[in-house]
């Protein structure tokens, strides 16, 4: 069994290394990888994400420097 990417929540795999959207029912290549579905959600159902990774937002924080003076 192929991994499981969660990209493919949102597509249907076909056969020669094409998928279906489930929400719109486009055909994608795939080429073997899930870059081409993960373009497609990205452009196309953006909201599909927001949705699933709202727990995912981390901030970086710029980390304070602190500066050590030299004494000669
Ligand atoms: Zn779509």
Redesign the pocket.
């Known amino acids: 069994m192929p991994p499981k990417n969660r990209f493919w929540e949102?597509f249907e795999k076909l056969e020669n290394n094409e998928a279906r959207?489930r929400?719109?029912?486009?055909i994608i290549k795939t080429c073997g990888n899930t870059t081409n579905l993960k373009l497609?959600?990205a452009k196309?159902?953006n909201t599909l994400l927001e949705k699933r990774s709202s727990e995912n937002t981390v901030h970086k924080t710029g980390a304070k420097k602190n500066q050590t003076r030299r004494h000669s």
């Not at 929400?23 to 486009?26: I, P, R, V, Y």
Request: glycine content about 0%.
């Open positions: 949102f959207c929400t719109c029912s486009k497609h959600i196309m159902h």
